[in-house]
């Protein structure tokens, strides 16, 4: 189906907005940028933003969904899902230390410099104080996903025989913790990245060589 010169324009402007959207709210927070400002960015008048989406709160909520499929496609493409742990117990079954340690860096630095998703996780990093029901998005989001995904790996490692028989969740927590303190550490002091990449893969390795039974193969 062949898309209009004027269709082309109003998806490229929509998009505009999400990206600029988002750039604001990431620095000074939802409350604190106005539908004016957001216009200014993209370069239109307020009054026309509204041809794209209803109100800031739509602006929002696009983001949120948008920022999902973005990072679902791209982890995609370096095999490691994270979002579906029975999609990926193939990629860490008999995996080797060298390659869970490049697995990790993967997703690590990803996390850290792709626009959309460093500027998402500032963005929910501030509004997480604003409502219970965006506390409980970044809590989703950030910690009780990747728990349960950790915990759905370990426990088919646990049952193959290829890791300690622990309790997969206090694994999971074990593990994941370490992570997620890294990458706040990072989102605040960028300059610290060397640094936490070099933790980041000892705590990969002593992980690996405390609970790993086989050794891994590939």
């Known amino acids: 189906m062949l898309v209009s010169e004027g269709q082309r324009k109003m998806e490229d402007t929509k998009q505009r907005i ?3 959207s988002l750039e604001l709210f990431s620095i000074k927070g939802y409350d604190a940028v106005s539908v004016g400002e957001i216009a200014k960015a993209v370069g239109i008048k307020a009054p026309s933003l509204y041809n794209h989406f209803p ?15 973005h990072y679902q496609k791209d982890t995609a493409e370096i095999s490691v899902h994270v979002q579906d742990s029975q999609k990926d117990i193939p990629v860490f079954s008999h995996i080797s230390e060298e390659l869970l340690v490049e697995k990790v860096r993967q997703i690590f630095l990803y ?12 963005m929910m990093t501030l509004e997480q104080f604003r409502s219970p029901e965006l506390a409980a998005l970044f809590s989703e989001r950030y910690v009780d996903r990747m728990i349960a995904y950790h915990a759905g790996i370990f426990r088919s490692l646990i049952a193959g025989g290829e890791i300690r028989n622990e309790d997969p969740d206090t694994l999971a927590w074990m593990y994941v913790s370490p992570v997620i303190t890294l990458i706040s550490v990072c989102d605040r002091q960028p300059e610290r990245e060397a640094e936490s990449l070099a933790k980041l893969d000892a705590h990969v390795k002593l992980f690996f060589r405390t609970f790993n039974i086989e050794g891994g193969k590939k």
């Open 18 to 20: 999400l990206e600029k």
């Open 111 to 122: 996390s850290l410099h792709d626009k959309t998703i460093s500027q998402f996780r500032r």
């Open 55 to 69: 109100s800031k709160q739509a602006i929002f909520d696009a983001i949120l969904e948008t920022t999902s499929a």
